[in-house]
């Protein structure tokens, strides 16, 4: 927590999800129920549902520069969580105002490609992640469609091609990285994480559901406000380590508990509040 005990404030930039499952909705709940102050800057507002995107409509840079200046010169901002991003104008906005204002911890989730398989941004959008926001960040966590597409290499469908992937995405930046093997078969559902002491798995047993609209989001924000609560002093190898493992492990119990929701027809949400109710 910071001084006085006062919950610390999060911000995520992100796209939205009328669904509720997914983008700013989720990242918010997502903050909420692991005792964070959730505050937002949309980049996109996008027409989706459980079943797929229907439609993206970009937020013009000027809105988001705007919308950034606003919070962050009022509210102190102890970590940041960057999602969808679709062109050069709003990576370099996000990137000058979080420069300017630079919070204690950044996460960037590049959503690319939604569950559905829909893709979001373009070519140059794509660049924008990789060279602009990739670097920023503290923690990047793409899953296997996101970083081949960060890397223009092909989907991994295997461990071991999943591993290859891996020293090309330490190379873009970022210090530590939370590749996702969810899109893998298997009972198994291994991520691995790439840290500046070394390479390790994070295994954790397949839970079998449906329920997996925006379970990327889920993930990058709980890192995010699980980054948030560390102490101030708190800076070291061990402590974000410890907060990625718990993120991971408050997932996989949102993926179990998302059988009490019923929401859509398609791919419904993880249980954000299984804690709460």
Known sequence: MSSAQTPPNVLTIAGSDPSGGAGLQGDIKTFSALSTYATNVITAVIAQNTQGVRAVHPIPAEMIAEQLDNLLGDVR?????????????????????????????????????????DILVDRAGIRAVRDVLVP??????????????????????????????????????????????GHLSGNACPDLLATPQGVEWLEAPRIATQNLHGTGCALSSAVTAYLARLPAEANAHADIHAAIGDAKRWLHTALDASVHLDVGQGRGPVHHFHAWW
């Open 77 to 117: 901002i102890d970590a940041v969580k960057i999602g969808m991003v679709a062109s050069m104008d709003v990576a370099t906005t996000i990137r000058d105002a979080l420069t300017r204002y630079r919070p204690r911890w950044v996460v960037l989730d590049p959503v690319m490609v939604a569950k559905s398989g």
């Open 136 to 181: 920023l960040a503290d923690v990047i966590t793409p899953n296997l469609p996101e970083a081949a597409v960060l890397l223009g290499a092909d989907t991994p469908r295997t461990t071991q091609a999943m591993a290859t992937l891996l020293p090309e995405l330490t190379h873009l930046g970022a210090p530590y990285v939370v590749l996702k093997g």
